[in-house]
């Protein structure tokens, strides 16, 4: 079986499924103290993440933007979720680097600071990445 270009994305939101179950994990696994497990849940939520973000950009680079072509409760429910996904997206990619280096250079007391606010922001940029993606499928 080989992926298309169309297939990219649902790849894209299979990608954001998987990093936010991986993150989630990765955090109850830190509150368990279990530190081992816990580094390659988030390391594999990283990689699975930016394998998302190439896939997206390459998608988007060459289909460009798909417009939702709902009307009603669901138009506004669509564009309230995007006001709030877009420049959440944005901002987060940095705030993950940050949070990964203070890991990487045992800097743990602002590691924990940054993280708790990276991870809910990380999961609801993935999350709501996928329910965009159900919700453009219909204007596929």
């Not at 994305?9 to 368990?32: D, E, K, Q, Y």
């Not at 901002?91 to 602002?110: E, G, H, K, S």
């Amino acid at each position: 079986m080989s992926l298309g270009f169309g297939d990219l994305p649902t790849l894209n939101a299979v990608l954001n499924a998987s990093s936010a179950a991986l993150a989630s994990v990765g955090w109850v696994l830190i509150r368990r103290r279990r530190t081992t497990a816990h580094k390659a849940c988030m390391v594999g939520a990283l990689i699975l993440s930016t394998l998302f973000l190439i896939s997206y950009l390459t998608f988007h680079a060459k289909a460009g933007a798909t417009h939702y072509g709902g009307d009603g409760m669901l138009r506004t429910l669509y564009f309230t979720i995007l006001l709030t996904h877009t420049p959440l997206a944005a901002i987060i990619v940095p705030m993950i680097l940050v949070v990964l280096y203070r890991a990487w250079t045992n800097d743990l007391a602002r590691h924990r600071r940054l993280a708790r606010i990276t991870l809910p922001l990380w999961l609801y940029v993935s999350v709501t990445g996928v329910v965009i993606y159900f919700m453009l499928l219909p204007y596929r």
